[in-house]
């Protein structure tokens, strides 16, 4: 396979209009947090405003995921996707001007933080169905692979011009700037065209689509075997990692040290994301499980206090397997999921994994402080490896394979 072979994708004029659209909108949400905590600090010089802010958002966008599903698979996505944008451009718009008229207040930043939260309920679902309907299935992986390369390429420059913007300019201006990508983005939907779902002659309720998209999940064994596995391992990743994962690095390798291994998690997730441009993934949920199992060495590592050059082998690793979980999840939902039914089945999965993640974030600081960090940090490691272990004994995750063509789902 040639490097233009690679980029396929690309000659489809639904997908381009899409992947522009992508690259703007992902570019002013890596230095949309920087802006926004910079600004919320601003306005309160407290940590704890910013962690209300940052809640305003996530908890209404979990509540109404499974509402934002049925939206997506009823409604055209691209216009859901656009409506989203032009809504989550307007409050991101209202926040900086409120901050740049020194007007703002905290209560009114988080009234606006949930209302994004809200539309991103809808947005993300529809995002994440929308990518079958624009290239031939042949080409899903390298679709989804080079937007997986924007996503990691921005990751690394995304905050830094977002402080660069700060610094000169102000976080009200970064914000601003933020606000305008979102509009950018719904204009360059409007090249994308696709048709509409089609119509039904009895059209359910939108509470019968929600349980018709609960009994599809729970009928197909690859999906909930996946997902429930997923509420352990986010609520270990976020609790150790990024709970404990910090604590422990100050003590051992350093602020600066961390910096260097979460770097190099960015460099491997990226590195991969190349090689799947031009590498067929056979088995998409096996090589997934096997990748993402690797996320536990650097946990037990951590908990032994390994040396920085240990650790940034590790999380390296780490981060190509990710990547491989990452693509070998999405290929496996969107080829093997109807249409009507892909923007339900990722809200049901995005549910599963958002829950998840608060409880490691809130558990694991008193777990830490009673039984050592430490240990905390390499049982945790062995357990992620086992929970992938465990997933993978179920035959149908683990001999799931690769469909250029919707089957029937069993």
Request: aromatic share 8%.
């Amino acid at each position: 396979m040639t490097w233009k072979d690679s980029v396929a994708p690309l000659r489809e004029k639904n997908f381009r209009w899409f992947f522009a659209s992508r690259f703007v909108n992902t570019l002013g949400n890596m230095m949309a947090g920087v802006a926004l905590a910079f600004a919320v600090l601003d306005i309160t010089d407290s940590a704890t405003a910013l962690g209300w802010v940052l809640a305003a958002h996530t908890i209404p966008m979990v509540l109404f995921l499974l509402w934002g599903g049925v939206i997506a698979d009823r409604f055209p996505r691209r216009l859901v996707i656009q409506v989203s944008n032009v809504v989550a451009g307007l409050t991101q718009g209202a926040i900086a001007l409120l901050v740049v008229t020194d007007t703002a207040e905290i209560w009114m930043v988080i009234a606006l933080s949930a209302v994004h939260g809200v539309i991103s309920a809808a947005s993300f679902p529809a995002m994440q169905s929308i990518v079958p309907q624009l290239v031939p299935r042949a080409e899903l992986q390298r679709a989804n692979a080079l937007m997986s390369l924007i996503r990691g390429g921005l990751l690394i420059i995304g905050p830094t011009v977002s402080a660069l913007l700060v610094v000169t300019v102000g976080a009200g201006w970064a914000l601003m700037v933020d606000a305008l990508t979102w509009f950018a983005a719904a204009a360059l939907l409007l090249g994308v065209r696709i048709p509409p779902p089609p119509a039904r002659e009895d059209q359910p309720s939108m509470l019968a689509d929600l349980r018709e998209g609960w009994q599809f999940f729970r009928s197909v064994t690859w999906l909930w075997v996946v997902v429930l596995a997923f509420g352990f391992l986010n609520a270990i990743q976020t609790g150790a990692l990024f709970t404990l994962g910090p604590a422990v690095a100050k003590d051992s390798i350093g602020e600066q040290g961390w910096g260097l291994v979460l770097s190099a998690e960015a460099v491997g997730l990226l590195a991969m994301t190349i090689v799947m441009l031009r590498v067929p993934l056979r088995r998409p949920l096996l090589l997934g499980m096997l990748g993402i199992a690797t996320l536990g060495v650097p946990m037990v590592l951590l908990g032994e206090h390994a040396g920085l050059v240990v650790l940034m082998v590790a999380f390296f690793i780490a981060g190509a397997g990710t990547e491989v979980f990452s693509m070998g999840w999405t290929l496996a939902m969107q080829e093997n999921i109807d249409h009507e039914m892909q923007s339900r089945a990722w809200s049901y999965d995005s549910l599963g994994s958002f829950v998840a993640m608060p409880i490691g974030q809130l558990a694991y600081g008193p777990l830490g402080a009673a039984f050592g960090y430490r240990d905390v940090l390499v049982v945790s490691g062995v357990a992620y490896v086992g929970i992938c272990a465990l997933t993978l004994l179920s035959p149908a995750v683990r001999e799931l394979p690769r469909r250029h063509e919707v089957e029937p789902v069993r």
